[in-house]
């Protein structure tokens, strides 16, 4: 497979990594293939060592390439949570704002829960159910949080469309935040489930667009309430509220993976006990 041109191409980043993923990553992807190394690469194209390291970097950061010291790259399949978070990383290095997420989740959001409402099957209603009910009780900021972010992350799920669950995936860690931030502020405002109750009866009766317009209403009434995104204080003050509750830095997207599993798992243990 010949890497070589029939003229000199000024190469930059975008055009370089464009011409190694159709060239190498696509075609070695599923034998997990190795990919010429950096000096050949170089030298083949007329380009600088520098640039083929940072576009093969940019590989393994979006989980395409396995790269092994003393071996080389590797193509490989890349999984949804890579996906994920090659998406987040995107969007913090593009410097989304609250009101690009504001506008993404009532765009994915206001469907999931039309789709759930068609589509959610028993178990997706227990946990769901499970999310809620917890929500409710808890008095921690940091597990009511997680019950929340939960309950939106299995509204997803219960649409059963991939794309939907990998897109509200991707932008789940920075709705964590905001939640964390609007607990961590003190209005009783945020601690209204009234929504959410609408949201999941509506589930329940397969009510498409009483589900829709319920979350809808949901996310406006949100939204209306949220402080700036970028308020150091209650960033700082959530900062020290997780390190007081694990004891270590945490990373939100641990905290919504957490969320899920132990959703997942409960729904699990319930069936091995036959529940």
């Not at 003229?7 to 190795?34: C, N, V």
């Not at 989304?96 to 997706?124: G, N, P, Q, Y």
């Not at 799920?157 to 991939?162: D, F, G, L, P, Y």
């Not at 860690?173 to 209005?187: E, K």
Request: with cysteine.
């Amino acid at each position: 497979m010949s890497t070589t041109t029939d003229s000199p191409r000024m190469w930059t980043r975008d055009t370089l990594a464009e011409h190694l993923e159709f060239e190498f990553i696509t075609k070695l992807r599923d034998a997990q293939g190795s990919i010429p190394s950096e000096r050949f690469l170089s030298e083949s194209l007329g380009v600088s060592r520098s640039l083929v390291r940072e576009v093969l970097r940019g590989f393994e950061q979006r989980g395409i390439v396995d790269i092994i010291p003393g071996k080389g790259a590797f193509a490989r399949n890349p999984s949804q949570s890579d996906l994920v978070r090659a998406m987040h990383r995107s969007f913090e290095a593009r410097n989304s704002t609250f009101a690009d997420f504001a506008e993404a989740r009532e765009t994915i959001e206001v469907e999931t829960a039309r789709l759930s409402a068609r589509r959610a099957t028993s178990e997706d209603i227990r946990s769901l159910s499970r999310a809620l009910a917890d929500l409710e009780a808890s008095n921690s900021l940091v597990e009511r949080a997680i019950a929340d972010i939960a309950f939106h992350c299995l509204i997803a799920r219960a649409s059963h469309n991939q794309v939907l669950t990998t897109l509200f995936d991707s932008i789940s860690a920075q709705i964590l935040g905001s939640i964390l931030r609007s607990l961590a502020d003190g209005s009783m405002a945020f601690r209204d489930t009234t929504c959410q109750k609408l949201v999941l009866a509506s589930i329940i009766r397969a009510e498409p667009n009483a589900a829709a317009e319920a979350m809808a209403l949901h996310l406006r009434k949100y939204n209306s309430l949220q402080t700036s995104d970028t308020d150091d204080r209650l960033t700082q003050i959530v900062t020290d509220v997780l390190q007081r509750t694990y004891g270590r830095s945490v990373s939100l997207d641990e905290l919504v993976a957490e969320a899920i599993n132990h959703y997942s798992e409960e729904n699990e243990n319930g069936r091995g006990n036959g529940q």
